[in-house]
């Protein structure tokens, strides 16, 4: 496959292991978004192809800072997560394939892993930041598990009209959607409870070129910089 002339792509997970669906039972509280709703892990790599395959290799672990031009909430911080525990490098790989990850480069990815809960005090606000691009070249959003709720419907919106949704969809466990950020917006609503609680479990990759890299110490000087601006 590949994304579609309007720019994404959805499709099917591999096959998860019980490791992969209970590493989500493990994650650690996200004291800096969110309204106390939210637990995470965050890894980056670096990516080459090389003999017929995308090599990853895992950075060292560094916060995670992103532009408030792309997250007004929680942007132009340092932001000190957990490193992931669990391998997703198989269902990362598969992602590379959908889109398809140009091979002639080097990329760097950040990956997140969330769960979002929402029960009778706690309003499952899955993006706080309302319409917005992530500031990459593409992201995959994949789907682990729905329990217990509704909602969390993802639409895309096209770069040029942030106002009209394209495509709206609400994703089962196993699917995922890639993306190109740079052509659309995207906006996932807030899950809501059948009963007392329930939770969403997702990962989130987003994929720059190595020369345009989500790390290091001028990464972070340029977007802590832009934040104070
Ligand atoms: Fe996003």
């Known amino acids: 496959m590949t994304l579609n ?4 792509q959805i499709f099917d997970l591999p ?4 490791d992969v669906l209970k590493s989500f039972d493990d994650l650690a509280f996200d004291e800096y978004i969110g309204n106390g709703n939210r637990w995470r892990r965050f890894s980056q790599y670096r990516l080459e192809h090389r003999d017929g395959d995308w090599e990853f290799e895992r950075l060292p672990h560094r916060p995670y800072v992103t532009y408030s031009k792309f997250n007004p909430i929680a942007g132009g911080i340092r932001r000190h997560y957990q490193p992931i525990e669990v391998d997703l490098v198989e269902h990362i790989r598969e992602a590379c394939a ?9 990329w760097q990815i950040n990956v997140h892993q969330y769960r979002v809960i929402a029960n009778k005090e706690l309003q499952g606000v899955v993006v706080p930041e309302g319409v917005h691009q992530d500031g990459h070249e593409f992201v995959v959003i994949s789907v682990y598990n729905r329990a217990g709720i509704t909602g969390a419907e993802l639409t895309l919106r096209a770069a040029d009209d942030k106002e009209t949704p394209i495509f709206t969809a609400t994703l089962p466990a196993g699917q995922a959607i890639a993306f190109d950020d740079r052509a659309l917006w995207h906006y996932v609503t807030d899950i809501v ?3 007392e609680e329930g939770h ?16 290091g110490d001028a990464f972070e000087e340029d977007a802590i910089g832009e934040g104070r601006g």
């Open 193 to 195: 409870p059948v009963e």
């Open 98 to 106: 959908q889109i398809p990850l140009p091979e002639d480069d080097v």
């Open 5 to 8: 002339a309007q720019g994404f």
């Open 15 to 18: 096959e998860t292991g019980e």
């Open 200 to 215: 969403r479990d997702i990962t989130v990759v987003s994929f720059s070129r190595w020369n345009e890299r989500w790390y």
